[in-house]
């Protein structure tokens, strides 16, 4: 049976644990046994050490059990064990929503399949019945109180949720597997068939009963987890790691007299609080794991899936049957003519109504106090633009058809960036903005050194030496430019000399 003590805990007060440490059902007193086993192998090692062993064998024993004292730091027990103990844990909380409940499937049928005479109640009442006989099959295959309570199909059909008919029905399907899938292909045949007699009204609700009875049917696969469990050599490794540190406490923890005559030895404590202390601490860490890696089984903190069968063929057959189309009168409710309805306090409540309700963390928080500090300002046209130098380059050096440079009056820009004006300017993103001297000087000034061109010879055509220039000139050829006559352009352009 499930341990519950969340009551004694509702509250934290002095001595709220304390009085856990009082029960013992699900507690850590059923490790007595191992407990009383160390404490009495300790003891025997202890008399033999102390009077029995001659001088030479306690010098031997005493070396022996330094070296089992050192070999017990070399065992990572709190990293094996706690890691393996989370593991488990987190297996066992996984299992619990794993479990089938029938309370969406139910309500799904009780809205959905219509007919209060003998046929509708038999329709409503088998679907919700091999939704039961499903998750009954699939826990009587992992839980072993499940299967004690229905060993075989007869004890099934003795309980009530299959009939002989069905019985012979399923026995005849012959299949090496679990076959806890069978309820679910006949609930699916026969809501197909109450659809077709008009018990179902239409495809949609057909189809909100199929999505919740998959819903349902993978549960149960979920549920179905015997062939995949945790890695065995995982729960070997942590098994022999508790065992054989506590094996070397036995020897290692002793009282040793000392190697050296006048040297002075370790306090005498006769009883190792602290080993025993260590020895309650990792073996119950270690019972944990035990008890729960299986949450199906009969141990104090396994699930209690017989009531959770009880439960859900009650609640389901219920909701189907009695509850069908079972309503109270509709009525205005208390609060009608209230626009905010406040429920009642008791007196041991009472305090709770001067609690301010919570508004958010920021709520009483003060900005400013003084009030110009709070004031909404708006960007003036006028504020200079702050130009950014190596965002500029960036542009420049990732494509030419976004750099800030073709936006300009340079040679280098795209004639398809370029939109001149009729004084052949170029018209400003803001208009309204009035430009700020400095960066536009500095802009210039970066746009004359890009388009500097480079003359034969590897010199800026600024910079050129004279004979350089001269000898440039000598290498071109001389051209002649002819004024146009009135006569030429008419005769290419007609239209314009048109009276």
Known sequence: MTISYMLKVANSHFGGFSKLLFRWKGSIYKLLYKFIIFVVLYAVLSLVYRQLLTEEQKRLYTKVAQYCNCSTDLIPMSFVLGFYVTLIVNWWWAQYPSIPLPDQLMCVISSNVHGKVERGRILQRTL????????????????????????????????????QDEHKKFESLHSDFNKYWIPCVWFTNLAAQARQDGRIHDDVALRLLMDELNLY???????????????????????????????????GRQFLEPLKPGQEGDLDMYVPLSTLLQFLFYAGWLKVAEEIINPFGEDDDDFETNKLIDRN????????????????????????????????????????????????????MRMFEDAEQSQPTEALPSMPRIQTPLL?????????????????????????????????????????????????????????????????????GGTQPPETSDAWRKELPPTQVKALSSESIAADHPEAWEP
Not at 129 to 158: Q, W
Not at 329 to 353: G, L
């Open 392 to 460: 500029s380059h960036f542009f420049t050096a990732t494509s030419p058809a976004i750099s800030i440079k073709n936006f300009s009056w340079g040679s280098r820009g795209h004639p398809h960036l370029q939109h001149p004006w009729v004084d052949s300017s170029f018209p400003s993103p803001f208009p309204n903005r009035s430009e700020n001297p400095e960066s536009v000087a500095r802009i210039e000034e970066e746009e004359t050194e890009d388009e500097e061109p480079t003359m034969p010879g590897g010199c800026l």
């Open 128 to 163: 919700i019945r091999y939704a039961n006989l499903s998750a009954v099959l699939i826990l009587s295959s992992v839980s072993t109180r499940v299967l004690k309570r229905f060993p075989t199909m007869d004890h099934v059909v003795e309980a009530g949720f299959v009939t």
């Open 313 to 364: 063929l009650q609640v389901s057959l219920l909701s189907v049957d009695d509850m069908y189309q079972n309503l109270p009168p509709a009525v205005k409710d208390k609060y009608w003519n209230e626009s905010m309805a406040q429920p009642p306090y008791t007196t041991a409540t009472a305090a709770e109504i001067l609690k301010p309700s919570f508004l958010g963390s920021t709520f009483d």
């Open 217 to 251: 049917r993978a549960k149960c696969s979920m549920l179905f987890h015997d062939w995949i469990s945790i890695p065995l050599v995982y729960t070997q490794v942590v098994t022999i790691a508790v065992y054989s540190f506590f094996a070397f406490c036995l020897f």
